[in-house]
Each structure stands twice: as structure tokens, then as C-alpha cells.
């Protein structure tokens, strides 16, 4: 239906991506603004996209022209897209129509460049740069893995008008991207993210084999699989220790960072790094035999220890109770994925599109509360489920699949379900190179409702609350 539309509307230039007139552009958004959910949006002085999910799960990709360095906003109709709008005016000078929010996202005003990715960057005058204002709580500060500041007003002993930054964060990461190989590309990929060096890699491969219509042996996929289960648990064991910490639960922690400890060792006695940097390769078949005994050992090793943290867990649930509460309505309209997703009643999980997805070991039901509690509970049961999920890949190791090969287009859009939500990547080849590539880090929607979410919080727990939600800004300031 919706797909009918682009195609009438625009030229069709990849598997799942149209270009429309400026017109189509805003009519589309108009008409579908219930029927789809905006995952991302990204602009530079071409083009600007807006990367939907529709029914089924089939994703789209739509662009308009970039007109006089102006397009119609996207946030007007989604607001999701407001980081997005706001990072390409920072990198690129594009400005947005009728936006929720213009002001800077990555520029901190010591930029020496404005617009440093536009093809005709103006040098800033010194004292021209405008500083972002101070957090109440600096990047430095939080207990959150990265560079996250707050901003609030204090009112009636609560957070009142809150603000997020991730400009401290901003790294340059697309600049560098642009004109490298795949191969060449492949290392800073692989270490955008903390929360996702198995997550990120492979959505960029999967990208690039879609781009270039490339089929994998049926073991690698397999491979890829294990690792991104063994990822989800060492992130899952990693978020439930942090809450446990700022909770008061020092046991909890304790034995949350011992079994991730184990799990580490556990990659190390099998030849790969204690958190799975550089497992995933462009070529595959790589290891690909000895990951059956690694995966039997990560069962083995961790199944008692998760009893253990489950059965303690049970003891200091109450603490959790109402922090950070996420409102379903608040998941669906700003399509958060992962746990938070999840927790929150929008049970959406990427996996179930993966060819070689093992869906009976997939039984881990999302819940609908919402705050800190649901989280953790939904991170016990999937990690229960990711020991499930890894035996029953061992047991039909490198079974055939009968997906069809799509057509080259040099033009990719990969995605991977890693453990805080699902990572996305579109590429664009030229002669080899990357032409154009953007990136969807699974915070990027949730840093346009964080101030929601965190609204009517006490100071004191805010750790707690950052904490519980898994926050990574490094996939954002980018």
C-alpha cells in the first residue's frame, strides 16, 4: 500500500528506497503519518531520508531534494526525527522546515568549522561560536558509558524541563567513513559502539551484501548469530549490573559482574576478545567450526550463574519500581526498540527477519509497565532466552536456507537486533568506495523522549534512571 504510493509518486533507486518530488515528500508524511513508524532520518546537501518500518517489518527508505540547502521537516509529522534534523544542520548546514527543534546537536561551539561536511565549510570567527549552555550534570559526570549531560530545572524537589547533550561525544565518525573501502571501514565500525561491536559490524555487512548481492555460507550466518546472542548477554549482565549498583543491591552486582567475567573468559579460551571486537569480518568462514564449542561452553558457564542473579534479583525488585517509566503510547509513536521497546509493550524484534532465525527458542514475552522493574525483568528472561537460542543453533548448525537473491545496486540497507535495539546501516558504493553511509543507533530515539521519560524524577535517582534505560551515547555523536 505504502510501497504503491512511492512507486507512483517517485523513482525507485534500491531495493527499499524512492525518491519523491517535494510535493510527494509531504504528502506522503500527511497521509501516513498512523501507518508507519519512523525509525531515522538523516540529511546532507542532496538529499534528505527518512528510513520507515511498515507493516510486516518491511523497512522503506524515502528521499526528497535538498533545495537551497532547505527541505521540509520530518519532525513536524514524526517527532522522532528532531536529533536527526539537528545533526544535519550541525554537520551539513541543511535546514528543516517548520522543525520541532533547530538548535545545535553536535556543534558545542568551539567548532572551527561551520558546517564541516557541506562542500563549502566557513571558517568560524574567533568568538563567533556559541557555546552550548553548562549541564546541571556534565558529561563527565553521569553514570552512564560515554559523554551524556543533563540539564534541569529543580521544581518542588523534582526534575522539571530536562535537557540531554551529547556534543562532548561528537567524534567525526561519518567524515572518516566516507571514501574508504569496506575493509578499510571495517575496524572504526566495529568500535562506534560499545554497546554494539557485534551489532554495528553486522549491520554494516549485511548492508554491503545487500548492496552488492552477496549470499554467505549458511555456517558464517550461524556464526554471526552466536556471537550476537553471546553480545546480548555480556550487555545485558553489564545494564542489569549498573542498575543493581546505583539500586544499593552490591550482591546483585556482584554476581552480575562475575558471570560477565565469565563470559569473557569464555570468548578468550576460544580465540576471540573478551567483548567480540573484530569477530565479524567481511570475508566469513572464519572460525567458523570452532564457535560450536564456544557456544556450548558460554551454555554451560553462564546457565547456573543467570539462576542465581534471577533468584536474587527477586529481592530487590521494590527498589525499581516506577523509575524512568517509559509509557507505551511514548514506545510506539517514537518506534523505541530493545529492551526499553519491549518493557514498554512495543514488542518488536528484528531477529524474527534474519534468515536462520530459530523462532521456537524465542519465547520471551515483553511486558508493558515500563519502568526500571519491566527492564530488568525483560533482561532476565532474554538472556534466558539467548542461552536457548544458542543450543538450538548448535544443534542445526549451518542448515540451508531458500532465500532468493535480490539484484547489485551498489546501495544496501542492513540491520541487526542487537541488545539495546536495532542498529541500522544504508551504504552506497562507488567504485568500491563508500560513497554515502549513515548509521541508526538504537539511542537516537530514545534521546527524544529521554527528557519525557526523566521529567518528574528526583535528582538523587537519576544514575539509577540513566542506568536502567542502557544508555550509550557514542552511537549518536557520531
Known sequence: MMEESALFEGERVGLFHYRVTAEGWQSLLQQNVRTMALLAFWADEEWATALFLLKGEQPLLLSTAVVQGRYQAVSHYFPAAQWGERIARDLWGVEAWSALDDSPALDDGSWSLTAPLSANPLPV???????????????????????????????????????????????????????????????????????????????????????????????????????????????????????????????????????RECLAKRCMDHGLSRRLTDSISLEGLSGVEAIIPFAQAVVQGLAPRLEQIKQLARLFEGRLKNVATVPTDLAWDYALGGVTGRASGRYLDMRYMDEGVRPQAMKSAGRHEGDAWARNRQRLAESEESLRILECITAGYGQESDQQAVPRTDEGLGV????RGDVWYHVVLKEGRLANVQIRDPLMPLLAVLGAVLEGQEPEGLSLALVSLGLSPAGVAL
Open 416 to 419: 541487526a537486533e542487537g541488545a
Open 125 to 259: 570567527s574567533e568568538g563567533g561560536g556559541q557555546p552550548l549552555p553548562r549541564c546541571k550534570v556534565e558529561p563527565s559526570r553521569t553514570s552512564v558509558p560515554g559523554l551524556l549531560g543533563v540539564d534541569y530545572v529543580l521544581a518542588e524537589g523534582v526534575m522539571q524541563q530536562v535537557d540531554v547533550q551529547i556534543s562532548a561525544g561528537h567524534r567525526g565518525v561519518l567524515s572518516r567513513l566516507i571514501g574508504l573501502t569496506p575493509q578499510e571501514a571495517m575496524p572504526l565500525v566495529a568500535r562506534i559502539s560499545a554497546s554494539g561491536f557485534v551489532a554495528h559490524p553486522l549491520a554494516f555487512v549485511r548492508a554491503l551484501e545487500q548492496a552488492e548481492s552477496r549470499r554467505i555460507d549458511p555456517r558464517e550466518r550461524d556464526r554471526r548469530l552466536i556471537l550476537l546472542e553471546v553480545e546480548r548477554l555480556g550487555l545485558h549482565l553489564f545494564d542489569m549490573a549498573q542498575t543493581a549498583h546505583q539500586a544499593g543491591a552490591g550482591l546483585l552486582a556482584s554476581l552480575c559482574d562475575h558471570a
